[in-house]
Each structure stands twice: as C-alpha cells, then as structure tokens.
C-alpha cells in the first residue's frame, strides 16, 4: 500500500531547516584538518566536500567524514539546550517559538 506525499511539498519544508546545530568547520580545526586536506584524504573534490560541510549533508556523508577525521559523528553536531535557548531564555523560564512567536514556558521534568 503507497501513501501519496507530496515531494515538492517535503523539499521545501527541509530547506527551511535551521542546521545551526551541524557544526563540521569546528570539528575540522579541533582536530587540525582543513578542506582540502579532507578531500585529498577521501579522494574526492574539494567541490565535494564544501557541499557536505556548507550544504544539507546525508547521515552517510557526514559519518564518512568522521571516519575519515577519526572522531565520533556525535562530534558535528551541538544538541545542548543552551545552545538553542541561550538568546531567548527569559528569567521567567519562556522562551519564543521561533516559527510562530508565541511565548512557550519551559517546564523541568
């Protein structure tokens, strides 16, 4: 059984991501890598690997470049609370829906 979707749709909804949490070039200077050196080491281009670290990058890809550096692939990507609510923490524990603007509490679980 197929389910219609609607691609266009889907494309659009993933380019409106925010990947501020995919943090490759902060991987590659804490472990002394540079592009170029990445792609020479993988034996790709250099146009390659600018589209995996500047572009919206498979999970394979980016696993590949951690293999290849010789990190963790948990490396490349920052998920601390903090990091998101940082510049809209309010001392009221609120913060704004950054799609809607609509305050939203913060609760402790």
């Known amino acids: 059984m197929s389910f219609p979707t609607n691609k266009k749709k ?10 501020n949490f995919y943090q490759p070039k902060k991987v590659l200077v804490i472990h002394g890598y540079t592009q170029t050196q990445l792609a020479e080491e993988l034996g790709i281009s250099l146009a390659s690997v600018n589209g995996i670290i500047n572009g919206n990058p498979s999970i394979a890809q980016i696993k590949v470049l951690a293999d ?42």
């Open 10 to 19: 889907i494309r659009n909804l993933s380019d409106d991501i925010d990947l």
């Open 68 to 109: 290849a550096i010789g990190c963790s692939f948990y490396e490349f990507f920052n998920f601390e609370p903090e990091y998101y609510f940082s510049t809209t923490l309010h001392t009221s524990n609120r913060v704004k829906c950054p799609t809607c603007d609509a305050d939203l509490a913060l609760v402790a679980l």
